[in-house]
């Protein structure tokens, strides 16, 4: 079992649509969360950052971390074609540090 | 203020050929992370250096590849011979906080 499961998408929305983007894990050390945006041929860029469990939101995005059932989420709102990209959770704890497959997301105009 | 800058971007070479890839890292950051990153998958720790000491390397397939961080500022990643397999994007990252890691553009290796 992987330390960490992402659907890798494709996904595709319209413009102005609520994104919803998602990781499971396994390892109960985990302690805190992130979120990466990727665009094509760059590297990963870091958009949110949660420590346990709780909501934080920043302007257009929301992560969502639930320890008890092991699951994260990103919210994008009012989703822009500039949104289009690979998002990769990631999550350390105990020393480790592991990322997600990535979700690739397109919105159409 | 510059970010996590790596050359080369892209390189071409023939398989069994050595190859070595430069980062320097963002000024004041101790941390510095080698990644491995397939088509379609995430970055994949090679090793991590805080400061000149490599303190994770579990994952760097030593017969092969080396890294060194002379001074605790750049870093060089070499692979030596290359094989096929190799092809693959390379993302040097640097943080002050374990958490919050900063990316290079990657270099893209071809091997053929």
Known sequence: ?????????PLSVPEGAIVSLNCT?????FQYFMWYRQYSRKGPELLMYTYSSGNKEDGRFT???????KYISLFIRDSQPSDSA???CAMSGGNQFYFGTGTSLTVIP | EAG???????KIIEKKQPVAFWCNPI???????????????GPE????????EAV?????????FSAERLKGVDSTLKIQPAELGDSAVYLCASSFSYNEQFFGPGTRLTVL
């Open chain 2, 45 to 52: 720790l090679l090793i991590r250096y805080e400061n000149e």
């Open chain 2, 27 to 41: 000024s004041g950051h101790n941390t510095l992370y080698w990644y491995l990153q397939n088509l379609g998958q």
């Open chain 1, 63 to 69: 992560a969502q971390v639930d320890k008890s059932s």
């Open chain 1, 1 to 9: 079992q992987k330390e960490v499961e992402q659907d890798p998408g």
């Open chain 2, 4 to 10: 996590v800058v790596q050359s080369p971007r892209y």
């Open chain 1, 25 to 29: 894990y396994s390892n109960s050390a």
């Open chain 2, 56 to 64: 994770d390397d579990s994952q760097l397939p030593k017969d092969r």
């Open chain 1, 86 to 88: 690979t998002y990769l």
